[in-house]
């Protein structure tokens, strides 16, 4: 379920696509190259809250704040799983928590 039009994702073979449009704010663009990312970040929202995934990049101070009810976002986190970027038991557990994070170095 999108809940969230105006933040959209894409995943290929080397990157991942944002493309942000929130309203009332300027738009903006960016490609992660998945060979530079070095750390996943999940966080578990509540009823009203989204989850939250963060991405860290080399070469980038801050991370990413992708909110899971984007469009797109189930798929990214299909392949960050498939790619062994975060502990499947971790985002397992982790489903039946409010308000947790959890990290998992890619590098």
Not at 35 to 56: A, P, Q, V
Not at 70 to 78: A, F, I, M, V, Y
């Amino acid at each position: 379920m999108v809940l969230i039009p105006w933040f959209v994702v894409r995943v290929n073979e080397d990157t991942i696509e944002l493309d942000v449009s929130p309203p009332g704010m300027p738009s903006w663009t960016a490609s992660i190259n998945w060979d530079e990312c070095i750390r996943i970040c999940f966080k578990t929202g509540d009823f009203l809250d989204s989850d939250e995934l963060y991405i860290f990049v080399r070469g980038r101070e801050h991370s990413y704040l992708i909110p899971m009810d984007g469009d797109g976002t189930s798929q990214l986190w299909e392949e960050i799983l498939n790619r062994g970027l975060f502990d499947p038991k971790v985002a397992i557990e982790l489903m039946s928590t409010n308000g947790e994070l959890k990290c998992f170095e890619t590098i």
